[in-house]
């Protein structure tokens, strides 16, 4: 019966509009070798049609973060331009989508084919140049993807997160994913709303990043620094926004930098009642015992500091299979989550064999694969993060959503008004409590509504022309 009432509510993708949204940063952003100035978000919107004939429209929205999704030698403005090709690719691959579903099982199947097709086709179009990566790739998806999320939520007058059981999921679990080797996980019978929180919080716990460029002493003050209204040393950001918790983005590459930097913060944390650390070594490590080391270090000579960290952020290089380091010496110390590396969840999985302890689910690598992910997760017994890319405008929304429905080590990561606040004044009119960070916290509470409840009429940003419309968009 579940299954014939969730066939009747599936719905097909009849047309696409993509535009991109420039944002420029008040401060620099360092993501490994590389800093980021400015980014461009690519939105999009989808619509979809039931089998009653009705059709609704949903959004979605990532930041293109080139040196995040794709770290390479290939010049910026290379890279920049090969992914809002694909993400034009990819706008007429879902308008032309010929698969009727639930967004998970129409996400799931275009990721397994169509995505793989569109990067084929990028890639022919540019056969001396450096091929588009899988994280990249996703990235480009995700827009998509949230966008048909939404659409299904708008069309049946539902949340997104209130359509992931068996009334309207056709299959369960098990179509899509397997046990580990040896476990007794079974998910005949189990739907991504059997792993959710059952009730919303209306608040989280907001992650701040410490960047790597980022001053924490007066004496680390240059004079470029802007004048804007907004804090630049840490003090002031920890006093003003009221913050509890505090991401270090290390370098992996310079030990005796990472412990001062780790010694430092923490000082400074503990003065000003910020009682939760975690440390980011930017994939830069190749050594368990360099991370070791610094924790061992840490433990030693500043134990309330160590006390502090919650978990260890992917200290090792995006490419997992490739290098598979077993890293069980530092997750016996602390919990090590994978990041870069998690882009589904058979990625989890390896990374579980080699001694991962927890993923860092994030919004950019598709909806649908996020929530997979979680469910592998959680029924391995795997601790869970929401982890931001600097998500500003619309593409904020999903993601503290997904974090206020799975039950997170601490809040979210959310940091958008660190390195570009105005980029949100428009929607911050409709979500004030969404765009700031009051008590070390930010507020759902106006998220409320179908789809993600972006209350998109109500905010009614401007947008630029569409750079590609296709279908019935």
């Known amino acids: 019966m579940a299954a014939t009432t969730a066939s009747a509510t599936g719905v097909r993708a009849v047309g696409c509009q ?26 999009a919107s989808v619509r979809v049609r039931g089998a009653d004939g009705r059709s609704a429209v949903g959004w979605g929205e990532t930041p293109l973060s080139v040196q995040w999704v794709w770290p390479s030698p290939t010049p910026y403005d290379e890279r920049l331009a090969r992914l ?27 990721q397994e084919h169509a995505l793989a097709e569109a990067v084929r086709e990028e890639n022919n179009q540019r056969p001396d140049a450096e091929p588009i990566p ?41 179509h899509y994913l397997t046990a580990a080797e040896g476990e007794s996980v079974d998910f005949a019978g189990r739907y991504p709303a059997d792993y959710l929180r059952a009730e919303r919080p209306d608040s989280l716990v907001a992650w701040h990043l410490v960047g790597g460029l980022d001053p924490v002493a007066p004496e680390e003050l240059t004079g470029d620094e802007p004048h804007d209204g907004h804090p630049v040393l840490l003090r002031d950001w920890i006093e003003r926004d009221g913050l ?78 490739e290098h598979r380091i077993d890293v069980r010496e530092v997750s016996r110390r602390k919990p090590l989550l994978l990041d870069e590396s998690a882009h589904n969840w058979r990625l989890v999985a390896l990374g579980r064999s080699l001694g991962w302890t927890g993923v ?32 500003p405008m619309l593409a904020q929304i999903p993601h503290v959503l997904l974090a206020a429905h799975c039950e ?5 990561e959310t940091n958008a008004m660190q390195f570009y606040p105005a980029a949100s004044d428009v929607e911050a009119r409709v979500h004030p409590g969404l765009y700031q960070r009051r008590d070390g916290r930010v507020d759902l509470s106006t998220l ?7 209350r998109v009429d109500e905010i009614a940003r401007e947008l630029p022309e569409p750079v590609a419309t296709h279908g019935d968009a």
Request: aromatic share 8%.
């Open 360 to 391: 860092a689910l994030k919004t950019c690598k598709t909806l649908t694969g996020a929530l997979l992910s979680l469910c592998w997760a959680k029924a391995h017994g795997m601790t869970l993060m929401v982890q931001d890319l600097t998500n």
């Open 244 to 321: 509890q918790a505090l991401k270090i983005k290390l370098r992996g590459t310079d030990a005796a930098w990472d412990y001062d930097r780790l010694v430092s913060v923490g000082r400074l944390a503990a003065e000003c009642g910020a009682g939760a650390l975690t440390a980011d070594f930017n994939c830069t490590v190749m050594d368990p015992a360099y991370v070791v080391e610094v924790l061992d270090r840490l433990e030693r000579d500043e134990p309330a500091i160590h006390a502090a960290v919650r978990y260890i952020e992917q200290p090792f290089p995006y490419e997992l299979e």
């Open 84 to 110: 809002r090709a694909l993400c034009e690719l990819l706008a007429r691959a879902w308008a032309d989508f010929d698969t009727t579903g639930h967004p998970l099982e129409m996400g799931h199947a275009f």
């Open 18 to 43: 993509l535009y991109f949204l420039p944002v420029e940063t008040r401060v620099p952003l360092k993501f490994g070798a590389e800093t980021l100035t400015s980014v461009v978000c690519a939105r």
């Open 134 to 174: 899988l994280l990249a790739a996703l990235a480009c998806c995700a827009v998509f993807d949230q966008a048909l999320h939404d659409a299904y939520g708008m069309l049946h007058n539902t949340s997104v997160f209130d359509t992931l059981g068996s009334e309207h999921l056709s299959q369960d679990l098990s």
């Open 408 to 412: 997170t080590l601490l809040g979210v």
């Open 448 to 454: 409320q509504g179908p789809g993600f409840g972006y």
